[in-house]
């Protein structure tokens, strides 16, 4: 079934950790910076400042090549159930950019993204929404076409944390 441009893209993961755990990973920056990007990545981590209003500001870093500089603005957090963020890419100074990837000209230059939290047995269930914010159709249809692209970079991602859980005792 192919998305519509107004589905949010939707990605779910069940950890084997408490949900204590689960979000201590989300919201602690030395922590964070553990796991948070894809397989081989290493994350420089400018700011991280996990208040409603506040901002993380990172670099996704590989061998040979620029740095991939990206922004949150957290915008609801409730502890241990759910936190929203608003998403994009960025330059060095923090100032929202366009994706830097070939073909992206219609990217979203925001994504509002909210992750739920839900402990059963000792193990969490983390969902994760994503849409594009003030859009245009091309945006959003752009969007709504990648989320293959997004599946395997967010599965990648949640691969690093269960990785990190399962290790960080």
């Known amino acids: 079934m192919t998305p519509t441009p107004d589905q949010p893209f939707t990605i779910t993961r069940t950890f084997n950790a408490p949900v204590a755990a689960v979000w201590q990973a989300w919201s602690e920056s030395a922590r964070f910076a553990q796991w948070w990007g894809p397989q081989g990545c290493t994350l420089k981590l400018q700011t991280m400042q996990f208040e409603e209003g506040g901002t993380l500001h990172y670099a996704m870093q590989w061998a040979g090549i620029a740095d991939i500089w990206g922004k949150f603005v957290y915008t609801d957090i409730t502890p241990q159930q759910s936190l929203t963020y608003v998403s994009s890419f960025s330059n060095a100074a923090g100032d929202i950019t366009r994706a830097p990837f070939p073909g992206m000209d219609h990217w979203p230059l925001e994504v509002t993204n ?11 269930t983390l969902t994760l929404r994503g849409s ?12 709504s076409g990648f989320f293959d692209s997004l599946d395997q970079g967010f599965g990648s991602t949640l691969d690093q944390l269960a990785l990190y859980l399962a290790t960080a005792g």
């Open 132 to 143: 594009p914010v003030r859009a245009s159709d091309a945006e959003r249809a752009l969007f």
């Open 114 to 124: 909210t992750v739920t939290f839900v402990e059963q047995d000792g193990r969490t």
